[in-house]
């Protein structure tokens, strides 16, 4: 299962390039890192984050915040 909406390349760039945030580099990688994860979570529990699906197999049960 892929999960296609959750990271729009071009609209992610574009932001950061216009917040101009000195740490660019690390924003940038942690919305790919997490939006790799998601869809890694997504496959595993056999649905979309808060999507029901007659294919779940089980549920996420929470988020804990990891710095990169």
């Known amino acids: ?7 729009d390349p071009a609209s992610v760039l574009a932001e950061a390039l216009t917040d101009a945030s000195p740490d ?3 924003s940038l990688l942690q919305t790919t890192i997490n ?3 998601s869809a ?3 496959a595993v529990v056999g ?4 999507k029901p699906s007659a294919d ?9 915040h990891r710095d990169l």
């Open 1 to 7: 299962m892929t999960a296609l909406h959750i990271v």
């Open 24 to 26: 660019l580099m690390r």
């Open 35 to 37: 939006a790799l994860l």
């Open 40 to 42: 890694d979570a997504d």
């Open 47 to 50: 649905a979309e984050w808060g």
């Open 56 to 64: 779940r197999v089980a549920q996420r049960n929470g988020y804990r």
